[in-house]
Nanobody, 117 residues
Framework: QVQLVESGGGWVQAGGSLRLSCQAS????????LGWYRQVPGKRRELVAT????????NYVDSVRGRFTISRDKAKNTVDLQMGSLKPEDTGTYYC??????????WGKGTSVTVSR
């Protein structure tokens, strides 16, 4: 089992920055990729960014590329999302995700991000 706990959400004005952090615990040796997804009411949860835990290869959705940076700390078992130049359309609940080597998904409970105009 793997547990994920997010922190760092909040409210910010457009153009501002926020940093999200996710702490993984449990059987962390099984973790393959770490990532962040977001969801707004009435819409599907969408991928924001992922990172390979071992080699650090990253992937971003086009709408955040160049504004967001995902990083991980293998020793601390954390994955962070530095968000900059935030836009109102970045508003949503952000979920930490991990996929294990045996293709099991784990999710955090989510942290809310609100970007005002």
């Amino acid at each position: 089992q793997v547990q994920l706990v997010e922190s760092g959400g909040g409210w910010v004005q457009a153009g501002g920055s926020l940093r999200l952090s996710c702490q993984a615990s449990g059987t962390v040796s099984k973790l393959n990729t770490l990532g962040w997804y977001r969801q707004v009411p009435g819409k599907r949860r969408e991928l924001v960014a992922t990172i390979n835990r071992q080699v650090g290869i990253t992937n971003y959705v086009d709408s955040v590329r160049g504004r967001f940076t995902i990083s991980r700390d293998k020793a601390k078992n954390t994955v962070d999302l530095q968000m900059g130049s935030l836009k109102p359309e970045d508003t949503g609940t952000y979920y930490c995700n991990t996929k294990t080597f045996d293709r099991v998904d784990y999710w955090g409970k989510g942290t809310s991000v609100t970007v005002s105009r």
